[in-house]
């Protein structure tokens, strides 16, 4: 069982950067495709990034290219979510997720192909 703790969650105000960190418990972690998704009240959870098993791939929502870096460090077993310019509608819960890739380069956008989540933490961007 892997168990992923996330930890940078904030109040931020609009326009601001933050940066979210998920250390995973696994002595096979560049077995692990990685990413983030999120959940506002009300919604369903949806995609933020993705990264491959060996960091080689790496893919993004359409609205939040250009602005959130995702990236990882095998050797450290932690992932990193870098979001910048962030907007009030982007307060939700944000969760780290690890599926077992397949390949790797295989990287997971939907919420019910992942195998492990975090416990999310809140991020809230004030206007």
């Known amino acids: 069982q892997v168990q992923l703790v996330e930890s940078g969650g904030a109040l931020v105000q609009a326009g601001a950067s933050l940066r979210l960190s998920c250390v995973a418990s696994t002595r096979t972690f560049s077995d692990y495709a990685m990413g983030w998704f999120r959940q506002a009240p009300g919604k369903e959870r949806e995609f933020v990034a993705a990264v491959s098993a060996l960091g080689g791939s790496i893919d993004y929502s359409d609205s939040v290219k250009g602005r959130f870096t995702i990236s990882r460090d095998n050797g450290k077993n932690m992932v990193y979510l870098e979001m910048n310019r962030l907007k009030p509608e982007e307060s939700a819960v944000y969760y780290c997720?690890?599926?077992?890739?397949?390949?790797?380069?295989?990287?997971?956008?939907?919420?019910?192909?992942?195998?492990?989540w975090g416990q999310g933490p809140q991020v809230t961007v004030s206007s």
């Open positions: 997720a690890a599926r077992r890739a397949t390949s790797y380069v295989s990287m997971y956008r939907r919420a019910h192909e992942i195998d492990h």
